[in-house]
Nanobody, 122 residues
């Protein structure tokens, strides 16, 4: 069982930057690929980014590629999502997820955090 706790959300102006973090419980963190998803008001949850267990492979949604960067620190059991050039349409609850495989993917995640709200003002 993996427990995930997100932090770092908040209010930021358009064009600004913000970093959200996700701390995971457990001793085999590198065995899990990690993902970030988001859900905007009135919309379905969507994939944002994923990173392999080793941290050597990342994948991004087209809507955030070049603006967002995902990383992980396996010694600290933590993943990060650095968001830059933020737009009002990036406003959403951002969720961290863990997958029982070190291979990153856009779906099939097994554990989820409770989310952190990111609001981008215009």
């Amino acid at each position: 069982q993996v427990q995930l706790v997100e932090s770092g959300g908040g209010l930021v102006q358009a064009g600004g930057s913000l970093r959200v973090s996700c701390a995971a419980s457990g001793r085999t963190f590198s065995a899990y690929a990690m993902g970030w998803f988001r859900q905007a008001p009135g919309k379905d949850r969507e994939f944002v980014a994923a990173i392999s267990g080793s941290g050597l492979s990342e994948t991004y949604a087209a809507s955030v590629k070049g603006r967002f960067a995902m990383s992980r620190d396996n010694a600290k059991n933590t993943v990060y999502l650095q968001m830059s050039s933020l737009k009002p349409e990036d406003t959403a609850v951002y969720y961290c997820a863990a997958k029982r495989s070190p291979i990153a993917s856009i779906d099939q995640y097994d554990y989820w955090g409770n989310g952190t709200l990111v609001t981008v003002s215009s």
